[in-house]
């Protein structure tokens, strides 16, 4: 897969292209069937697959600290398209020329000039252009004048609920990783790189690899039974929590703290991914350490627990 961020001096598709656009926050079950039948549309058409995403997303430019928790950031929503039949992604940066731009604009002078779009796969709500004028409709006239095709995607149901990002979030706020599996088709997961923190955890006797997630909210708070592969081939299992460390200092700054069984490797530096597999708690804090040590060795009990009975 080739990614490539931004619109300037595009001209990589002679041939044309089949094309689907979105936010795809969280490339859920829904998400991936859209890419699924782009990609046989492609096969079929014997053209690239192409993917046009939004940096930042279109609601954290309109609602700025407002907006709703991401389910991934940008890295990880790059790591999850190179497992799928995608040829390109395409990275947009929207801002206020790209907000400000017309339905019919961004058809002539995106999807027609710069991509030669030739087929058009899309969900059944999107809409795009100023005021969100741009929909399903327009884009089926648009096309029988500049002879591309448009397919809508129907939503995808699991267990008679209808699969979004909001419906993913809303499960993870409350602790329902298991109605989150079923939306995904998999574990909801975070990466990224280890980094030195205060040591705090080894002196606890409960020793820790963080993640910095570089964000002010997350879907997820709280301490879960988690696995972690990117080490080797093995998915090791552990304990982790995520949210501000309320007993300490209380920061800002949100950290994946992540304790793993039996396990002593070197990993700093390393690029991994959590897979949060159940919740125990939520984030608390302690009067003194040794109610937070205390917490720790129940903690870890539980997930232990839980990994024993999923057997």
């Keep these: ?7 300037s001096h595009l001209k990589l598709f002679p041939q044309g292209c089949v094309l689907t656009i979105g936010n ?6 829904g998400h ?12 079929s058409l014997n053209l690239p697959v192409v993917v046009m995403i939004f940096e930042p997303q279109p609601l954290e430019y309109f609602l700025a600290n407002n907006v709703p928790p991401r389910l991934m950031r940008l890295r ?32 002539n002078d995106i999807l027609l000039e710069k991509l030669n779009v030739k087929h058009l796969v899309i969900g059944d709500d999107f ?27 129907a939503s995808c149901y699991v267990d008679g609920l209808r699969i979004s990002s909001t419906l993913i979030r809303d499960a993870l706020s409350i602790g329902d990783l298991t109605k989150v599996d079923h939306l995904l088709g998999h574990s909801y997961s975070i990466c990224g790189r280890v980094a030195h ?17 570089f964000r002010k909210n997350t879907p ?49 530096g390393r690029t ?28 870890v009990a539980a997930a232990k627990d839980f990994f024993a009975k999923s057997c």
Excluded at 32 to 43: P, Q, T
Excluded at 132 to 139: D, E, I, Q, T
Excluded at 197 to 213: E, F, M, Q, S, W
Aim: with cysteine.
């Design 1 to 7: 897969m080739h990614l490539i961020r931004g619109l």
């Design 24 to 29: 795809f926050d969280g490339l859920h079950l």
């Design 32 to 43: 991936r069937a859209i890419i699924e039948k782009l990609a046989e549309r492609g096969r």
């Design 76 to 107: 990880e929503k790059v790591m999850q398209f190179e497992k799928l039949p995608v040829d390109y992604l395409l990275v947009v940066n929207f801002n206020r020329q790209f907000a400000n731009c017309d339905a019919e604009q961004f058809i």
């Design 127 to 153: 809409h795009f252009g100023k005021a969100r004028r741009g929909n399903f409709s327009l884009l089926k006239e648009q096309g029988k004048l500049y002879g591309f095709s448009v397919e809508d995607t």
């Design 197 to 213: 923190g205060d040591k705090r955890g080894r002196t606890l006797g409960c020793p820790t690899a963080n993640i910095n997630l």
């Design 220 to 268: 997820i708070n709280g301490v879960f039974a988690v696995t972690m592969t990117g080490i080797d081939n093995i998915e090791y299992s552990g304990v982790a929590n995520v949210g501000t460390r309320p007993t300490f200092d209380g920061e800002s700054k949100v950290i994946l703290e992540t304790h793993l069984f039996n396990f002593n490797k070197d990993i700093y």
């Design 272 to 299: 991994i991914e959590v897979h949060f597999k159940h919740k125990i708690r939520g984030e608390m804090r302690f009067s003194c350490l040794a109610e937070l040590q205390t917490q720790i060795i129940n903690d």
